[in-house]
C-alpha cells in the first residue's frame, strides 16, 4: 500500500529546497532574463556570435549540468564574475506568496535552500517571494567549490557542509536530473513541475508546492 504524503514524511527532519522554478512559479520566466545574460557572457568570454554562443550555453547545460561549468572546464573560464553578471536580473515579476510561506515556516525540523546559482542571488529572490527569514541556511554553487547538480559530488558537499543526515532529508526540485543523487543517498524525493516526470528516483510529483506543503503538517 502506497503511504499518504504526511505519512511517507513523518520522518523527515531536513527539508531541502531548490530556488529557480521550485520556490517560485516557472511562469516568472526568471531564465530568460538568466539565459539572455548567459549568452551575452559566452559571447564576450570567447568571442563567438550569437547563435554560436546559444549553442554553448545549452550544450553546456544538457552535458554538465550548468552552462558555467562547460566554461570552467572547457575554457578555464573564472566563475565569480560569469555568476554576478548572469544573476543581475530584475525580479519585479515576483510576488509575495504568503500560502507558501506559512506552510514552509510550519514544516518540523531543519529547512534549507541549495540552489545552483549563488547565495546573495537566492536571498534576492527569497525576499521578492515574502520568504526571508523562514530558512536555516542558503547554500549556492559557491559553497559546493562551483560544482554543479546534478553532480553527486556537489550534494555531498552541501550536505557535509550542512550536516545533513539524508536518510532523515527530502528534496524538492523542478530539474528530475537533480534528484538522482538525492534519491540514491537516501533522501526523500519531490518533482516540482507543471507536467511530472517518469522516474523510480522520484518518489512524489506536484504542480503545487504550497498544496503539497499543506499535507504534510
Known amino acids: 500500500m502506497q503511504l499518504m504524503p504526511k505519512e511517507s514524511f513523518s520522518h523527515v527532519s531536513t527539508w531541502v529546497f531548490d530556488l529557480d522554478n521550485t520556490l517560485y512559479p516557472p511562469q516568472a520566466r526568471l531564465f530568460d532574463q538568466i539565459e539572455q545574460k548567459m549568452t551575452a557572457f559566452v559571447m564576450d568570454a570567447l568571442g563567438v556570435d550569437r547563435p554560436h554562443a546559444d549553442m554553448l550555453r545549452q550544450k553546456y547545460w544538457r552535458e554538465y549540468g550548468t552552462t558555467l561549468t562547460g566554461l570552467m572546464r572547457e ?3 573564472d566563475p565569480a564574475p560569469y555568476l554576478v553578471e548572469v544573476h543581475d536580473i530584475s525580479l519585479e515579476h515576483l510576488e509575495h ?12 525540523g531543519r529547512r534549507i ?4 546559482g549563488t547565495a546573495p542571488y537566492a536571498e534576492r529572490v527569497l525576499a521578492a517571494r515574502g520568504l526571508s527569514n523562514l530558512f536555516d541556511a542558503v547554500y549556492g554553487v559557491e559553497h559546493a567549490n562551483f560544482l554543479p547538480k546534478p553532480e553527486r559530488a556537489a550534494f555531498e558537499t552541501i550536505f557535509k557542509l550542512d550536516g545533513v543526515s539524508t536518510e532523515t532529508a527530502a528534496m524538492f526540485e523542478d ?12 533522501m526523500r524525493t519531490v518533482h516540482v513541475a507543471p507536467e511530472p516526470h517518469q522516474g523510480e528516483h522520484i518518489h512524489h510529483h506536484t504542480d503545487d508546492l504550497a498544496g503539497f506543503l499543506k499535507k504534510l503538517t
Open 75 to 77: 575554457h578555464d573560464v
Open 175 to 186: 530539474d528530475p536530473r537533480n534528484l538522482q543523487a538525492p534519491h540514491d543517498l537516501g
Open 113 to 116: 535552500v541549495y540552489t545552483n
Open 97 to 108: 506568496d504568503a500560502h507558501l510561506a506559512t506552510n514552509i515556516r510550519e514544516l518540523p
